[in-house]
């Protein structure tokens, strides 16, 4: 069983940054897709970014240019930074593990990001 474990979330101005992480306890070469999702408050989640084992990334259109999803290998470890944040970026961020070998679908606890000023 995989685990994740998302970190770096907190309170932000708008226009500041925040990097999240997403640390897994499997090799993430074994992971085929990462992403993150996020939930805010009285709407459903949404995807925001994913990135495969061969490092191909995708975003979506309302976090596209602002935000960067990225790996580090040797640490098992996703991020994301988020630049340029506005407040309807506030929400509840969820990392994701897909092993299709296993049919697995994987969940962190969250971390909540709040853009306020």
């Known amino acids: 069983q995989v685990q994740l474990e998302e970190s770096g979330g907190g309170l932000v101005q708008p226009g500041g940054s925040l990097r999240l992480s997403c640390a897994a306890s499997?090799?993430?070469?074994?992971?085929?897709?990462m992403g993150w999702y996020r939930q805010a408050p009285g709407k459903q989640r949404e995807l925001v970014a994913t990135i495969t084992s061969t490092g191909s990334a995708n975003y979506a259109d309302s976090v596209k240019g602002r935000f960067t999803i990225s790996r580090d290998i040797a640490k098992n470890t996703v991020y994301l930074q988020m630049n340029s944040l506005k407040p309807e970026d506030t929400a509840d961020y969820y990392c994701?593990?897909?092993?299709?070998?296993?049919?697995?679908?994987?969940w962190g606890q969250g971390t909540q990001v709040t853009v306020s000023s």
């Open positions: 994701n593990a897909l092993i299709i070998r296993l049919a697995g679908d994987y």
């Open positions: 499997a090799n993430i070469f074994s992971i085929n897709v």
